[in-house]
């Protein structure tokens, strides 16, 4: 039926935990109605923050602005490691 390009933003917490279970339902989805989705993964929030030193990236933002639908999960807190001013 349809095809859907799908950016997964897991963030921080809960959040990749979550947003695995929905990728689980949104594959059942895809094969009772016939559609497929494409998933892509990128990082935001202290996740993004600890590997690419920005809380959501160019690369990031230019993917989701090219997908069709978002998965976010959850962010905030800080890195264990910094404080308020640092950030």
């Known amino acids: 039926m349809g095809n859907y390009t799908i950016t997964i ?14 990728q689980h339902v949104l594959e059942a989805i895809a094969t009772r109605f016939h559609h497929t989705f ?26 989701v602005q ?8 959850a962010v905030g807190g800080l890195p264990q490691d910094m404080t308020h001013s640092q950030v």
């Open 9 to 22: 933003l897991p963030g921080d917490g809960i959040g990749p935990e979550v947003t695995e279970q929905a």
């Open 66 to 73: 090219q997908s069709d639908a978002i998965l976010f999960g």
């Open 38 to 63: 494409t998933f892509h993964k990128a990082l935001v929030g202290v996740a993004a923050i600890q590997a690419e030193g920005d809380a959501i990236s160019d690369a990031t933002m230019e993917l």
